[in-house]
């Protein structure tokens, strides 16, 4: 991604409800899964989960993976520690060492989606876990997809069959982003059908309206992993290597 779009997350990360929200259904579904451990964020980006995770009270050894210069700049700016630059294969990490690999809004980007998931086999412990979350419904497809360098959305179907063939069992998955999916559907098609300049659609909306999405989306935290949504804007997945 262009520099421009990580200055964009790093400025908006602390107040806009997308990033709020997701931060607390994910870090929820880390700690269930893993209480304590050594985690890998691969693709950490700005640091946002990773940040948490460093920080929480849990026990946790958590690891960040990026090969953007951007990326690795702006979690030296937050102070946070165990920061690597490159890519999977090509880090200098200690192999099967990792509770738990993440994937966090990551195989979008990649030519070779199979190709990183086989691979982070490599990274994980007896007991370890695999955690991916990616953009749900090709029919979703926006400038925004495009703006941010992904190259396809998937389906629970889609996700499923890549795992399956690449060595894991699916210990859980579910969409989300689920409550306010009628809401953003409609703006992406309507979006699509106006024909837009190309534009990232993440932008902060007024003060009463972010709080109000904020509080919508947060709730999900209290339904997964107990249940699992049919549809959703995003899909969450937890696997393990056969």
Known sequence: M?????????????????????RKI????????????????????????LEELQKSSNNYNAWGLDNAEP????????????????????????KHSFDMV??????????????????????????GKLLI???????????????HGHKR????KKLIELLHKTGYEVSYISYFNTFLFPLIAIARLLGNLRDRHQASDVSLPPSPVNQLLYQIF?????????????????????????
Not at 74 to 84: E, N, S, Y
Not at 102 to 127: N, R
Not at 133 to 147: G, K
Not at 153 to 156: D, S
């Open 2 to 22: 262009e520099i421009e779009l990580y200055q964009e997350m790093y400025s908006l990360e602390r107040q806009h409800w997308w990033f709020l929200a997701r």
């Open 26 to 49: 994910l870090t929820g579904l880390i700690s269930h899964y893993l209480p304590q451990g050594q985690v890998l964020d691969v693709g950490c980006g700005t640091g946002f989960i």
């Open 71 to 94: 990326a690795i700049a702006f979690c030296q700016q937050k102070k946070l520690t165990r920061i690597t630059q490159g890519i999977l294969g090509h880090d200098g990490l200690t």
């Open 102 to 127: 993440m994937f966090l809004d990551v195989i979008e980007h990649l030519d070779e989606d199979e190709q990183a998931v086989e691979l982070a086999k490599d990274y994980l412990s007896l007991v």
């Open 133 to 147: 979350t990616v953009p749900a419904y090709q029919f979703l497809w926006s400038a925004h997809d495009q703006i």
């Open 153 to 156: 959305r998937y389906t629970k």
């Open 218 to 242: 947060r709730w999900e935290k209290y339904f997964l992993p107990y249940l699992s949504f049919p549809f959703g804007v995003s899909i969450v997945c937890v696997a393990k290597p056969k």
